[in-house]
């Protein structure tokens, strides 16, 4: 059981390019979040999925765009990277259904600079 | 809106010590609150999580927390630290989302925890 995985764990980007993230979990968890960690700041949520097929955006979205084409993946993607999206970018999933059942549970994170 | 905060970015304790990070939240309803560590290069483990009922609540690593509704806190604690402990400390109070049940995560800014020998 590996829990939360993200891939890459590093990537350097130059301005304007793009990429994608990778998030699989194999908890079965029916609920899945892209989280990114700034320093000052905490963890901020980026996008959210509730199920197979659905996204919704959390509080800082703009630039990503989020896919659940899998249960177990949730891939974040980056069209057109800025220097503003250097960060450490968190995964994480949940059962879902209201406490006490929805506690999140996170990957070991991918660290991006965007030069 | 919901807020958390973590008064002190830095604390240096010695092996042996008591610890107690402090964690204060923001929130109008019944708060869900959790710490998480991380450790240099890692990803976020989850320590303790209070959802109802007893306010003191036990975690993994022998770290315990306490809910303090009339001061809105929800401090941890550790009767003794050990050198593994140094990393960075994170509380957070979860509130439900607009869509179905999913919740999201507030964090505070995080305490970094040095042990010295």
């Known amino acids: 059981n590996a829990g939360v995985t993200q891939t890459p764990k590093f990537r350097v980007l130059k301005t304007g390019q793009s990429m994608t993230l990778l998030c699989a979990q194999d908890?079965?968890?029916?609920?899945m979040y892209w989280y990114r960690q700034d320093p000052g700041m905490g963890l901020r949520l980026i996008h959210y999925?509730?199920?197979?097929?659905?996204?919704a955006k959390g509080e800082v979205p703009d630039g990503y765009n989020v896919s659940r084409l899998k249960k177990q993946n949730f891939l974040l993607g980056l069209e057109s990277a800025a220097p503003s999206q250097t960060s450490v970018y968190f995964c994480?999933?949940?059962?879902?259904?209201?406490?006490?059942?929805?506690?999140?549970?996170f990957g070991p994170g991918t660290r991006l600079t965007v030069l | 809106a919901q807020s958390v905060t973590q008064p002190d970015i830095h604390i240096t304790v010695s092996e042996g010590a008591s610890l107690e990070l402090r964690c204060n939240y923001s929130?109008?309803?019944?708060?869900?609150l959790f710490w998480y560590v991380q450790s240099p290069g890692q990803g976020l483990q989850l320590l303790l999580k209070?959802?109802?009922?007893?306010?003191l609540v036990q975690g993994i690593k022998g770290f315990e927390a306490e809910f303090k509704r009339s001061q809105s806190s929800f401090n941890l604690r550790k009767p003794s630290v050990h050198w593994s402990d140094a990393a960075e400390y994170f509380c957070?109070?979860?509130?439900?989302?607009?869509?179905?049940?999913?919740?999201?995560?507030?964090f505070g800014t995080g305490t970094r925890l040095q042990v010295t020998l």
């Open positions: 999925s509730v199920g197979e097929g659905t996204t």
């Open positions: 957070a109070v979860g509130q439900p989302l607009n869509t179905g049940t999913a919740s999201k995560l507030t």
């Open positions: 994480a999933s949940s059962y879902g259904g209201g406490p006490p059942t929805d506690t999140q549970y």
């Open positions: 929130y109008g309803a019944t708060p869900y």
């Open positions: 908890m079965n968890h029916e609920y």
């Open positions: 209070y959802f109802s009922g007893d306010t």
